[in-house]
């Protein structure tokens, strides 16, 4: 259906500056993380003591996006990082388990 894929050409050219809007705006409010996703109708997901290699909510196992998550300190927004599925997701770190 033409009219469909048109409409997915259009969303995947705007899904690079829509990730760059939710990181600017979760760096202002790292705090408002559900906020900002159902403000900018993006997917939210909690993950609660999660360990390097745990599968994430909604992510799943993805080792790049471990180590942008786990290499951050606390209040840190991750760099946007694109997983399969032609998806950009972008980390806020609210806590530190020891």
């Known amino acids: 259906d033409r009219p469909t894929e048109i409409r997915r050409r259009q969303l995947f050219e705007r899904m690079p500056a829509l990730a760059d809007q939710a990181r600017a705006e979760l760096q202002k409010n790292p705090k408002q993380a559900e906020a900002i996703a159902q403000k900018l109708n993006l997917t939210y997901a909690h993950a609660d003591r999660a360990g390097f290699g745990d599968p ?6 993805n080792q790049q996006f471990d180590q942008a998550i786990f290499s951050a300190g606390v209040g840190t927004v991750t760099d946007v990082v694109q997983i399969p599925g032609n998806r950009l997701v ?3 770190v609210d806590t530190i388990f020891p």
Not at 56 to 61: A, E, K, M, R, S
Request: hydrophobic share 65%; charged share 0%.
């Open 56 to 61: 994430l909510p909604v992510i799943g196992v």
């Open 90 to 92: 972008v980390g806020v």
